[in-house]
Nanobody, 125 residues
Framework: QVQLVESGGGLVQAGTSLRLSCAAS????????MGWFRQAPGKEREFVAA????????YYADSVRGRFTISRDNAKKTMYLQMNSLRPEDTAVYYC??????????????????WGQGTQVTVSS
């Protein structure tokens, strides 16, 4: 198993940046594909970005591509989400997730077995 803890959320103005972190403990971090998801009030959880175990492959939702960057440091057992040019519609609770099936980079929440508790990101206009 792996335990995940997100950090770095906060209240920011539109157009600014934030970097989220997801610290992992437990089983070898590099044994997991990792992803970021978000959930706004009254909406379903949606895919944001995902990264392969090695970091060589990344995928993004259309709504964040070009603004957000996902990365990971396996030595530090940490994944990151650099969020630039933030918009009010980016406001949500952001979750990191781990998928033990390293042969794929999943974009569906149901494919991820382990989740963090979430960190709130609020973007004011």
């Amino acid at each position: 198993q792996v335990q995940l803890v997100e950090s770095g959320g906060g209240l920011v103005q539109a157009g600014t940046s934030l970097r989220l972190s997801c610290a992992a403990s437990g089983r070898t971090f590099s044994s997991y594909t990792m992803g970021w998801f978000r959930q706004a009030p009254g909406k379903e959880r949606e895919f944001v970005a995902a990264i392969s175990w090695s970091g060589s492959s990344t995928y993004y939702a259309d709504s964040v591509r070009g603004r957000f960057t996902i990365s990971r440091d396996n030595a530090k057992k940490t994944m990151y989400l650099q969020m630039n040019s933030l918009r009010p519609e980016d406001t949500a609770v952001y979750y990191c997730a781990a998928d033990p099936e390293v042969y794929r980079v999943a974009v569906t929440a149901n494919d991820y077995d382990y989740w963090g508790q979430g960190t709130q990101v609020t973007v004011s206009s």
